[in-house]
């Protein structure tokens, strides 16, 4: 039977069930062999063929091509193939463009298969060609010219031969047809039955690992060039994905037979992707092994199909193929049997489905046993103009079957691209269902979707976030989050913030053989969004699973995935998704195969705005060595998107490092979807098809003694095939590396410029922003009876006790407690606004909760009625009155419900049943007669379909009215819709039929004569192309006004002949088809064309018709853009001989072309030449021509530049001799090459030269005709720029001894060499200096002098700040004023201020001469309250901070108050507060003279109580959960057991607090710390040992709370590669950090242990304890190495120390006049000392020499909190980086020489300077940043994985660098 038969019988049979259509024989392949001409590949594993020349050109995607290879991998490339290794195991796409009908390994060495290839133009060929593609294409105009014929017959796979004893005897068959002609390009893939026996090959360097890679079939474009230097990935199609669609390659197809697939693979005009070819249909291959089960699908990507013999359903195999719930197994995913009713088989089973009302009714899609395709790499790579959903669709009359006896079929998701011309739509193999709305119900599992009960936002916007507003839309409605907010709509964050998720982990995960339990432990996530950054943290995992599940990221990629760094054109998760979602992941671990599922569950937002997500993790994973490292490279993974579901597949390779194997590289397979809820109702929402995650950086971890599992990764989104761009040019905001604030916006600009602007709820400038709290600012949105609870970026509402949420989840309404019934039987419950009482009834007394009877009397107990009764009439706060408006139920006197109730107040009556419920028809409205309530109820008619819409609406508003202006139907007695409906607001009229439905055209408004309902509907006729046409133009804008030309169209709906503009005028007539006739257009004002004439054959427009009209078209409306140049052309469309401009009046000659006659252009006004005359032939242009041309061409309209030079020439095109300017009149000779003859410039007004007489012999310039000149010829035009001085020189050239400014006025003497002499400048308007006079010796400035200079220069670009005040000699004043305060001082030579002389302004100033007072240091209460006072930035104290009151010894007032609370009490001589005298405000105060007993428990601050003070304010006042805290006893003293946070991470101290040896314990049980019982026996915690620094030369040691780590420097650049931990410190706080070039030794401060510590660089070395004593709060330290001292600050006694560097010889170098000194360094070549004071009041930096002498402040002004300290010894200055006025700077240690490096730095914390760089540790960042001195710019930065504050920093190098030692 011919195949075109046999499709048709199928189609003829299709009613009836399945057409069996049998798959192509080798025999119905395209000739080949030999015999046909084709020529023969060579034998091998890697051949190419010679090139193939096409007679013809190719079009493949929309590029030409004139030769082809083809290749022995099953492939044909347009260009030479690189060896196999560079894409044989690789996916698509390919780096050259590629037609891949079978891309494997393959091998035809030793006569295994034949290669055959030919072009031909046979006739027979080109025929059946062209045939096949009519018949997939049937709208394709084509008709090949030229075939080409690939065929690989019986060629085998590569195999190694130490795999198998002897080849392998599976061989393949297939053929690839290209057919082409001028346009385009089809390509037919054969594969005959029984030719394809393997289906993938084994890489060449699998490395032992068994695993087989599918074949890949599809095409590939091939890189693209862009930019010239630049490349990215091109598009890209896929055929196959696994190795099932490989096998399903001969037993299905897209063109009705079975193994022949067609695609449109090229187009000479335009071409997005490929297009494969759909002919509908069931195409099945007859089973050899029973089971006639029907496919319902023939997509070019598909799940499992059961009938074959390679997956033939075994029930007894179910459970293994179930095992996985990502695709099934779950019944959220499985699809309706045969014949079932699909619209039931969409709603999702699974109980975590939403069973709220949902937006997305009608969109949510379940998934089968193979939901989507979970493909490694996307099919398509170019976008799509849509897509396209294939459900299973059974043939009716099928088989009914459960679930459990029949296999599901797939639900397709496929991609559909543009096709070319117009040909349909189709997807590969689907079929495409048109629905009919009216008849299927789109089921979410929650309600059926119909018209009549649409969701609206009137009913459901509380689903909505208190973010989001809501939209209506036709089906349904949608939200959306509100500007400043992100997310999906029903959940929205604020945009910038930091997020953090929280959850709990579960399930049982067996490593190697052991299953480990995971009971609910705890999940913490915390993302930053500005950069991408995702760190996660699992508690309480235990030992073996948590080294296990190190190489599981997966888990933390789901928080970088929701909340990637997004580059341009694309979106992150969570603003899909929002908080609710389900993902399902399974990753196959290699090469031992164990399986672990993942379920992530998104539960909402918490309370505090945070995520919550759920994980369930369970399978096998394999046993890794502990202490082993794990280490994952970057990659990217493409995320394929789909309504509500999102999927991607991967390989992730990672490597083991231990010491028991050394270093060992595995891989895994990650395949995950990600299933959530969407709003298809809006669709403009456009969903991505493809988005790509890059994932730069994965760090992994397991703290066996935390038992703390950590990811950190850097994540970042975009489009797929974004080509990487070098850093340095990318936008700080895309790359992640800007400096914004981590509750900011990064907002990029032009180039590298980007704009940091905070978090919604955060204010600030974008680089420190604090959060605003909406709550203390009325900022909040909470209505009566709520109250405000402020979150972080936001703030929540809480209803107040005794109310809760009404119905829209934003209003709290009242608590009916009564109706729960919480009073006693014989009381009754009176509800009242937040609260309730119970009230015992008469005869019963008691409380009211319990009521007991009064003796002697019997009541009988009230009825349902009389306590429904009394309930309402008790009134609650009406006082024992029932709310105005309420029904009070009437009974009889027994108690029973009276048969007829009526309401007092509408009039309404009806009847009841014995319980008081309304009997159904029995309702009376007031004025009517009651029902005779005693008559039988008759049985009650259904509600209709027109009562359900009416009540409906009827109870939309709060009181169960219909809502105002809503249209409320109307029906008859029968319950049937009226004919004629009204709509009582609008008053509209309309016909309906029996559904409600609006009949056409019967609409009538209001005032008018309603339409006549009962005349029957005339046929309606279809809007014709016209009406559409005008109809769309006409509601274009929101007021439903045209906005643009609308179309005029007849009574027949046709188009008007003549068609005019209503707003230009313009007239034109019209084809049938509403085409604008040529040469017809008129326009307003002149008569319009007579268009019932026929066209004249219209002549083709010239070149010259384009010209103009291309012009006159540029116009918004039409119109030639105003002042462009609109060409001429004659009655014949040729350009006139002669062109003018319209606008500025230039005429000129042109040739045919229209192209201008050089030498014809004459200006405005001039007679115009004649163009009759034939051009002279043309003199080339001289040099003077082209300078004076290119000078009158500079200009917008080709005038010259306003005061531009333009040189003149004579006729013959030569440079006069005489040149002038025309603006500032100077002239001057010139040469024949027009350069100025030296000598020859004069002034305007001045007689010019004579440039006829020969130049006397030059004389050289001097200096200062040289410094004149360069002067004069720095403006754009060659004068001076305004303003600048011009120096003055006499005849000789030299300068005039007195030089004045022209432009200020000044003038002052110089010397011969121009330099100024000191002291002779003279203001304006002032007699000048004698310039003969000789110098007096200069005196040099002195430091009042370089003070006041330096502070006038700063003081021009900020707030006024203090200038001090130099008499004669250049001292500083005794007394000293700050202008804008008004406050004054005394300062001594140094101009530093003596303490006690400051006066506030309006009081005397201090007698500066009186000498001081022997000074009297600051008292306890002195340092508190001037602590207090300057808490914030600015220096101003913090609102409602209590400022301690001191008397004027300094001592504190026995009476303290504070200012915010009214609240007062006594305090003792410390400070302290007297237990029992506070007392609130408005009561008389404690008499603070007299004694109050004191409590025994009182005491003073001890050691702990002091420490746990200084590290509470230490971490910001709130210590995360796992940061150590002392903890102390009652008394004061330590606690026994001191504990790590919250974790079970503890030890025992002694009573000074210092850990006791071999206590620390992890178990649950703390260990036994008391003294009644012995130290528990543990295994002691693994010593610190140290992991040498890389082998670098210079290394930067940074500390990070916990560890030591190790960054190598490569140049100057960080080299974050090569980063390590050097050593773990447990428990410990490192701060301060100095290093030991000479013995290779880092000491470092730990505030936690309050010791000082050392330890070699060398492997294996323990940290040494030097001081353990006396230590408080140790931070900033330094090491002298030549001395071989180490110096320290301690900032809570506030103390300066040393010691040698074995901790000997301890003293203390300064302990006053420090208030909180921070860092300190020591420059060992000099034997000085600097440090910072971070005193708030009066910060400053300092110096000494090492031994304590000297001291002296370097900087005290212009500085806030000099954080970082560093010695630049090129320079030999100081710098610092300071965290309040965010500046890095330095200075000469004289204190002259300052300068800013840097001006907006973040936090920096602590400093080092190594080759011009500064490189400093910042809080914000949370990493190294690295400044280049020179340029001022940040350069680098480095961000450690494990996200923590990082504090001191030090340098590391092999040998002792210059001026250190």
Not at 2 to 8: N, Q, T
Not at 285 to 305: I, K, M, N, Q, V
Request: hydrophobic share 25%; aromatic share 8%; proline share 9%.
């Amino acid at each position: 039977m011919e195949r075109g038969s046999m499709l048709a019988a199928c189609l003829l049979c299709w009613s009836c069930g399945v057409c069996v259509v049998s798959a192509i024989r080798r025999a119905d392949m395209f000739p080949y062999g030999a015999l046909s001409g084709d020529l023969i590949l060579a034998e091998g594993d890697d051949e190419t063929s010679r090139v193939l020349l096409l007679p013809r050109p190719l079009n493949f995607y929309d590029s030409r091509y004139s030769q082809l290879y083809v290749a022995t991998n099953g492939i044909i490339s347009a260009q030479d193939l690189p060896m196999e290794k560079q894409y044989v195991d690789d996916g698509f796409p390919t780096d050259f463009p590629v037609v891949a009908p079978f891309l494997a390994d393959i091998d035809t060495s030793g006569g295994r298969g034949q290669i055959y290839y030919r072009v031909t133009e046979t006739p027979s060929v080109l025929n059946r060609v062209a045939r096949e593609v009519h018949r997939g294409f049937p709208d394709a105009k084509f008709t090949p010219t030229h075939v080409v014929v690939a065929t690989w017959e019986n060629v085998a796979a590569y195999e190694e031969q130490t795999r198998t004893a002897g080849p392998s005897n599976k061989v393949n068959t297939f053929q690839a047809v290209i057919g082409y002609d001028e346009t385009d390009s089809y390509v037919l893939f054969l594969y005959p039955e029984g030719g394809l026996n393997f289906f993938g090959t084994r890489p060449k360097e699998s490395y032992n690992v068994e695993i087989e890679l599918p074949a890949r079939v599809g095409f590939s474009r091939g890189e693209i060039t862009y930019l010239i230097f630049s490349r990215t990935e091109g598009p890209h199609y896929s055929v196959t994905s696994d190795e099932q669609s490989v096998k399903n390659l001969y037993q299905v197809g897209n063109t009705g037979i079975p193994g022949v697939w067609l695609f449109h693979t090229g187009n000479s005009y335009s071409f997005d992707n490929i297009v494969p070819a759909s002919i509908g249909g069931l195409l099945v291959t007859p089973p050899t092994r029973g089971h006639g089960l029907s496919l319902d699908t023939t997509t070019a990507e598909y799940g499992e199909f059961e009938d074959y013999p390679d997956n033939t359903f075994d029930p007894d195999n179910q459970e293994e193929e179930d095992d996985y719930p990502l695709t099934g197994g779950d019944p959220e995913f499985q699809t309706a049997p045969a014949g079932a009713d699909h619209s039931e088989s969409l709603q999702p089973a699974s109980p975590d489905a939403p069973s709220s009302p949902s937006e997305d009714s009608g969109h949510q899609v379940a998934y089968g046993s193979k939901d989507v395709p979970l493909t490694s790499e996307p099919r398509y790579n170019s976008e799509p103009a849509e897509r396209q959903y294939a459900p299973p669709n059974p043939p009716e009359g099928g088989a009914q079957q459960t679930q459990e006896q029949q296999p599901q079929g797939p639900l397709e998701v496929v991609d559909v691209y543009p096709p070319h011309r117009n040909e349909p739509r189709l997807s590969p193999g689907g079929h495409v269902v048109s629905v009919d709305e009216d008849n299927v119900d789109f089921d979410t599992g929650v309600i059926q979707y119909t018209t009549e009960n649409k969701e609206t936002c009137a009913r459901f916007q509380q689903q909505c976030s208190q973010n989001a507003f809501c939209s209506d839309y036709a089906t349904g409605f949608c939200c959306h989050c509100r500007p400043g907010f992100y997310g999906n709509g029903r959940y929205c964050l604020p945009e910038g913030a930091p997020q953090r998720v929280s959850g709990k982990v579960s399930g049982t995960v067996t490593v190697g053989s052991t299953p480990v339990k995971l009971n609910n432990i705890d999940l913490h996530a915390y993302i930053v969004v500005g950069d991408g950054r995702a760190y996660t943290a699992i508690s309480e995992v235990p030992e073996p699973v948590g080294w296990a599940l190190m190489p599981l990221a997966p888990i933390g990629e789901l928080f970088g995935w929701l909340f990637a760094l997004e580059l341009p054109n694309s979106q992150a998760g969570f603003k899909i998704t929002g908080a609710e979602f389900t993902r399902r992941a399974e990753v196959i671990f290699y090469p031992g195969n164990q399986r672990l599922s993942i379920i992530q569950t998104g539960r909402g937002l918490d309370d505090h705005n945070h995520l919550t997500v759920d994980t369930v993790v369970s399978g096998n994973v394999p046993f890794l060595p502990p202490g082993a490292e794990v280490t994952m490279d970057p990659f990217k993974e493409t995320y394929q998107y789909y309504p509500s579901v999102a999927t991607s597949t991967s390989v992730r390779e990672f490597s083991v490092v231990s010491a028991e194997r050394g270093s060992e590289s595995f891989s895994f397979q990650l395949k995950q979807n990600i299933t959530y809820r969407d709003c298809r109702h809006d669709h403009r929402a456009a969903v991505p098809e493809t988005l790509q995650i890059t994932m730069e950086r994965v760090f992994v971890m397991y703290v066996k003694e935390e038992r703390i599992l950590r990811y950190a990764i850097t994540n970042k989104i975009s489009p797929v095939g974004v080509a990487p761009t070098e850093p340095e040019l990318v936008n700080p905001c895309y790359a992640g590396n800007h400096d914004c604030d981590t509750t900011a916006q990064c907002i990029p600009l032009e180039g590298r410029d980007f704009q940091c602007q905070c978090a919604t709820g955060y204010r600030g400038d974008g680089r420190n922003c604090y959060d605003v709290d909406e709550c203390a600012e009325s900022l909040s949105s909470c209505g009566a009876h709520a109250q405000c609870v402020n979150l972080p970026g936001s703030h929540r509402c809480q209803c107040q006790s005794g109310y809760e949420f009404g119905f829209d989840g934003r209003t709290c309404v009242d608590v009916d407690e009564c109706s729960s019934s919480p009073c006693h039987i014989s009381a009754r419950c009176v509800n009242a606004l937040g609260s309730f009482q119970c009230q015992c009834q008469p005869g019963f007394r008691g409380d009211g909760f319990y009521c007991s009877q009064q003796q002697g009397q019997t009541v009988r107990p009230r009825s349902q009625c009389e306590q429904h009764r009394h309930s309402l009439q008790s009134g609650g706060e009406q006082g024992g009155r029932p709310s105005l408006g309420a029904f009070v139920p009437q009974c009889d006197s027994d108690g029973r419900y009276r048969p007829l109730q009526c309401h007092g107040s509408t009039g309404h009556c009806w009847c009841v049943d014995v319980r008081g419920q309304e009997r159904g028809g029995t309702r009376t409205p007031p004025g009517t007669p009651p029902t005779d309530c005693d008559r039988p109820d008759e049985p009650e008619r259904p509600k209709t379909h027109c009562e359900h819409h009416r009540d409906g609406v009827q109870t939309t508003g709060p009181e169960g009215h219909p809502a105002v202006g809503a249209y409320v139907p109307q029906c008859d007695a029968n319950g049937q819709y009226t004919p004629s409906q009204c709509h009582s607001s609008t008053g509209h009229c309309w016909c309906v039929d029996g559904d409600g439905q609006e009949r056409g055209g019967t609409r009538t408004p209001p005032g008018t004569t309603r339409t006549d309902c009962s005349q029957p509907d005339e046929p309606e006729r279809p809007k014709t192309h016209c009406e559409h046409h005008r109809d769309g133009v006409q509601t274009t804008d929101r007021e439903g006004y045209p906005v643009a030309y609308v179309p005029q169209c007849d009574a027949n709906g046709q188009y008007r002949s003549l068609q005019c503009h209503g707003s230009t005028g313009h007239c034109w007539c019209v084809d049938v088809r509403g085409q604008e006739r040529g040469g017809t257009r008129t326009p307003p004002g002149s008569p319009p064309t007579d268009c019932s004439r026929a066209d004249e054959p219209e002549r083709p427009k010239t070149h010259c018709e384009h010209h103009r009209d291309g012009v006159q078209t540029t116009g918004p409306e039409g119109h030639p853009a105003v002042g462009a140049y609109v060409p001429q052309c004659d009655a014949g469309g040729q350009y006139t001989p002669l062109q003018c401009h319209g606008s500025t009046g230039h005429c000129w000659c042109v040739d045919g072309r229209g192209q201008e006659r050089t030498g014809t252009r004459t200006p405005a006004g001039a007679p115009p030449t004649d163009c009759d005359k034939p051009d002279e032939p043309e003199r080339p242009k001289t040099h003077c021509e082209h300078h004076r041309d290119g000078v009158q061409t500079s200009g917008p309209e080709g005038h010259p530049a306003v005061g531009a030079y333009v040189p003149q020439c004579d006729a013959g095109g030569q440079y006069t001799s005489l040149q002038c300017h025309g603006s500032t009149g100077q002239c001057w000779c010139v040469d024949v090459r027009g350069q100025e003859r030296a000598g020859t410039r004069t002034s305007p007004g001045t007689a010019p030269t004579a440039c006829d007489r020969p130049d006397e012999p030059e004389r050289p310039r001097t200096y200062c005709e040289q410094h004149r000149d360069s002067v004069e010829t720095t403006g754009p035009e060659g004068s001076p720029s305004r303003g600048v001085f011009v120096p003055q020189c006499d005849s000789h050239g030299q300068y005039t001894p007195q030089q004045c400014h022209g432009s200020t006025g000044h003038c002052w003497c110089v010397d011969v060499r121009g330099q100024e002499r000191a002291g002779t400048r003279t203001s304006p308007g002032s007699p000048p200096k004698d310039c003969d006079k000789p110098d007096e010796p200069e005196r040099p400035k002195t430091h009042c002098e370089h003070h006041r200079d330096r502070a006038q220069t700063i003081g021009q670009d900020r707030n006024p700040i203090y200038v001090p005040q130099c008499d004669a000699d250049g001292q500083y004043l005794p007394l000293q004023c700050h202008s804008p305060s008004g406050q004054c001082w005394c300062v001594d030579n140094r101009g530093q201020e003596r303490t006690g002389t400051r006066t506030p302004p309006g009081t005397p100033p201090k007698d500066c001469d009186r000498p001081d007072e022997p000074e009297r240091p600051k008292t306890h209460c002195e340092h508190s309250r001037d602590s207090v006072r300057t808490t914030n930035q600015e220096g101003q104290r913090s609102t409602g901070e209590f400022i301690p009151r001191c008397d004027a010894e300094g001592q504190y007032l026995p009476r303290q108050c504070s200012g915010s609370t009214g609240y007062c009490w006594c305090v003792d001589s410390r400070g302290q507060e007297r237990k029992g005298t506070k007392t609130p405000p408005h009561k008389p105060s404690v008499d603070c003279d007299k004694p109050v007993p004191l409590a025994p428990t009182q005491h003073p601050e001890s050691v702990c109580e002091r420490w746990r003070t200084s590290l509470i304010e230490h971490y910001g006042g709130k210590p995360e959960p796992q940061q150590y805290v002392p903890q102390c006893e009652p008394d004061g003293q330590f606690s026994p057991v001191q504990c790590y946070g919250e974790t079970s991470y503890c030890w025992c101290v002694d009573q000074d607090g210092r850990e006791v040896p071999g206590t620390r314990s992890h178990d649950v049980v703390k260990p036994a710390c008391l003294p009644s019982a012995a130290p528990p026996t543990v295994r002691p915690l693994p010593r610190p040992d140290v992991t040498p620094p890389p082998n670098a030369d210079v290394t930067l040691l940074y500390a990070q709370g916990q560890k030591i780590g190790a960054l190598p420097l490569n140049g100057t650049r960080l080299d974050g590669n090569r980063s390590k931990t050097l050593l773990t410190l447990h428990g410990s706080i490192v701060v301060g950090i100095a290093y030991d070039c000479k013995e290779n030794q880092v000491y470092w401060t730990d505030l936690s242990a309050r010791t000082i510590n050392r330890a070699s660089l060398v492997a294996g070395a323990e940290p040494e304890i030097l001081i353990n004593t006396n230590l408080v709060s140790p931070e900033g330290l330094a090491v002298d190495v030549k001395r071989r001292l180490m110096f320290w600050v301690d900032s809570n006694p506030d103390m300066i120390e040393t010691a040698n560097l074995d901790g000997s010889g301890r003293r203390t170098l300064f302990g006053t006049d420090l208030v909180n000194p921070r860092a300190i360094i020591v420059v060992s070549s000099t034997g000085t000392l600097y440090w910072t004071d971070w005193n708030r009041e009066a910060p400053k930096i300092e110096s000494a020499s090492v031994d304590g002498q000297n001291r002296r402040v370097v900087v005290s002004d212009g500085i806030g909190l000099p954080n970082a300290l560093t010695y630049d010894l090129t320079s030999g200055q100081v710098c610092w980086a300071d965290a309040g006025t965010k500046r890095l700077e330095c200075v000469s240690p004289d204190g002259s020489g300052r300068r800013v490096v840097h001006p907006s730095l973040n936090y920096p914390f602590s400093m080092v300077y190594y080759k011009n760089h500064f490189y400093y540790t910042d809080w914000r960042r949370d990493g190294v940043i690295a400044v280049n001195k020179d340029s001022s710019q940040i350069t680098d930065e480095y961000l450690p994985d494990q996200r923590s504050h990082l504090y001191g920093i030090a340098i590391a190098t092999t040998h002792c660098l210059s001026g250190s030692h």
